[in-house]
Nanobody, 129 residues
Framework: VQLVESGGGLVQTGGPLKLSCTAS????????IGWVRQAPGKEREGIAS????????YYAESVEGRFTISSDDAKNTVYLQMNDLKPEDTADYFC???????????????????????WGQGTQVTVSS
């Protein structure tokens, strides 16, 4: 299984940024694909998840209303559109995948991202003030 992220970079406060994650080596419908971030000196934080089987989407409260997760199922690709970025959004952002057991699996992964099975290499997002 391989998860490849792209799209990180430097952005000013209030600006947008879009991340992409392309998954290979897994059956897309059988997995929840999510985004996890880790700021310097902090624990990993699950921020959004998507399941193509049912279209279930979940967000962490810290990003709901500003971030949007979407997908191109035909390309096994999940996106994270980040708007109104803040300096506290500065972190390494990881794409992760875990088995989809129920329609609520994505909610579990957002609340406990350590449950994900597979991880991408990460992409850095820096928001300047």
């Amino acid at each position: 299984v391989q998860l490849v992220e792209s799209g990180g970079g430097l952005v000013q406060t209030g600006g947008p940024l879009k991340l992409s994650c392309t998954a290979s080596g897994l059956i897309f419908d059988d997995y929840v694909i999510g985004w996890v971030r880790q700021a310097p000196g902090k624990e990993r934080e699950g921020i959004a998840s998507y399941s193509s089987n049912g279209g279930n989407i979940y967000y962490a409260e810290s990003v709901e209303g500003r971030f949007t997760i979407s997908s191109d199922d035909a390309k096994n690709t999940v996106y994270l559109q980040m708007n109104d970025l803040k300096p506290e959004d500065t972190a390494d952002y990881f794409c992760a995948a875990g088995p989809r057991y129920t329609a609520y699996s994505g909610r579990v992964y957002v609340s406990d991202p350590e449950k994900y099975t597979y991880w991408g290499q990460g992409t850095q997002v820096t928001v300047s003030s």
